[in-house]
């Protein structure tokens, strides 16, 4: 049950030509959406260093604007950025327009070919407007759903065993997630090492 629930969206059905995993069978892809946020992103930059992982931040634009100098850490310790919309824009209630400015302002501040629409809502319209721009647009293939407080991190962890090779990770390091994100991460990112399998960015999906 909880398989089918992390690991299939309707959205694939619809959406085949963007990225949904990655093509190295050996490694997973971890992704963190919506920072940075000072209290979060630091404790996960610093668990990331532990273990010696690297990782893809999709930034909001007005965050990046707001912590500088987090950003910057985050670019330092060898991770990558993607571009997650200057607002946290909802694509499905948007404005093409604006949608689009949107994705464009912040291009411009992370200079980022990788893309991810928040919450995962995008029209067809906005996903050729953006490949366009030469972006590659990036979903995911396990949702850690670390934001839902109505699951618990147990819940998350037995899901979490389904990770395999290729899969594209979400997890997010905003506001919803500071008090649970990081026992999360201290389960499931040994467990996968213990897999021997290795930690990429998106730079070599």
Same mark, same amino acid.
């Given at each position: 049950m909880w398989y089918r629930i992390w690991?299939?969206?309707?959205? =694939?059905? /619809? %959406?085949?030509?963007? *990225?949904?995993?990655?093509?190295? #069978?050996?490694?997973?892809?971890?992704?963190?959406?919506?920072?940075p946020n000072p209290i979060v992103t630091p404790q996960v930059l610093d668990?990331?260093?532990?273990?010696?992982?690297?990782?893809?931040?999709?930034?909001?634009?007005?965050?990046?604007e707001k912590h500088p100098e987090l950003y910057s850490r985050i670019i330092a310790s060898?991770?990558?950025?993607?571009?997650?919309?200057?607002?946290h824009d909802n694509g499905w209630r948007t404005k093409a327009n604006t949608y689009i400015n949107s994705v464009e302002r912040t291009q411009a501040i992370t200079n =980022?070919? /990788? %893309?991810?629409?928040? *919450?995962?809502?995008?029209?067809? #319209?906005?996903?050729?407007?953006?490949?366009?721009?030469?972006n590659k647009i990036v979903f995911w293939?396990?949702?850690?759903?670390?934001?839902?407080?109505?699951?618990?991190?147990?819940?998350?962890?037995?899901?979490?065993?389904k990770i395999k090779g290729g899969d594209i990770l979400v997890f997010h390091d905003?506001?919803?997630?500071?008090d649970r994100i990081i026992p999360l991460l201290?389960?499931?990112?040994?467990?996968?090492?213990s897999k021997n399998l290795t930690f990429r960015t998106l730079e070599n999906l």
């Open positions: 690991k299939f969206n309707w959205l =694939s059905v /619809f %959406f085949p030509n963007v *990225y949904w995993q990655g093509a190295n #069978k050996n490694a997973i892809y971890l992704t963190f959406d919506d920072g668990l990331l260093e532990e273990y010696k992982v690297h990782a893809t931040f999709f930034c909001v634009g007005e965050n990046i060898g991770h990558l950025i993607g571009n997650h919309t200057h607002n =980022s070919r /990788f %893309f991810r629409p928040p *919450y995962g809502k995008i029209n067809l #319209k906005s996903i050729n407007k953006i490949k366009a721009l030469g293939s396990w949702l850690s759903r670390d934001y839902d407080s109505t699951l618990s991190n147990s819940q998350i962890l037995k899901a979490s065993l905003n506001e919803k997630t500071k201290k389960n499931i990112v040994p467990a996968l090492l």
